[in-house]
């Protein structure tokens, strides 16, 4: 991994992070009066979990963007000088794979934004449930791309798509909650 690599991959999750910040607001008078699910964690676990997880998804993006991958038949880049006797990608394929990972990460940050921006500015706790299962689709795809490129940093970022599928599960029973106020 390079540090420019990771750099740019750390300043976006950041700009996420910033822009998805601001419209965040856990202690508006809109949110405390809603009624919430009993299995909801506390409002300090969010900020914590989406520390490590915007770290993750930095780190292993930086890992797969620099990496030799895709990773095809061999799994990751120790492997590469064997794979590439064997039918691995040309720098051709590389350059696509790496452009389409770019592409859906771009994507893939853009939605986790806009989810904050739906349920705290917007107050539209379906149309945000709605999208957060956009994002964890979004975020399943971004790991399953990692995993190609780099194996070890797909794994790695397996919890990201994990937390986006609770996150979906929790806004729209937040949603459904609250239906007959919005």
């Not at 992070?17 to 601001?22: E, F, I, K, P, T």
């Not at 856990?26 to 699910?37: G, M, V």
């Not at 994507?107 to 539209?124: E, H, V």
């Not at 957060?132 to 798509?161: I, K, M």
Request: net charge positive; hydrophobic share 50%.
């Amino acid at each position: 991994m390079k540090a420019l690599t990771l750099v740019w991959t750390a300043a976006a999750t950041a700009a996420t992070a910033a822009l998805g910040g601001l419209a965040t607001d856990p202690e508006s008078r809109w949110y405390t009066t809603l009624r919430k699910p009993e299995w909801q964690p506390p409002t300090l676990a969010f900020p914590i979990v989406w520390t490590a997880l915007y770290a993750d998804i930095a780190v292993t993006s930086a890992v797969a963007l620099d990496s030799d991958g895709p990773a095809g038949a061999h799994g990751n880049e120790a492997t590469a000088g064997a794979a590439r006797t064997s039918g691995a990608p040309t720098a051709v394929e590389r350059q696509k794979a790496i452009r389409a990972y770019r592409a859906a990460l771009a994507a893939n940050l853009a939605l986790n934004a806009g989810w904050s921006w739906l349920f705290w500015r917007s107050r539209k706790p379906w149309l945000a449930a709605a999208e957060a299962g956009v994002l964890a689709l979004s975020s399943a795809d971004l790991a399953r791309r990692t995993y190609a490129l780099n194996r070890t940093a797909g794994v790695a970022l397996v919890p990201y798509p994990l937390w986006c599928g609770f996150a979906t599960v929790l806004s729209a029973a937040i949603a459904r909650l609250n239906s007959g106020r919005h």
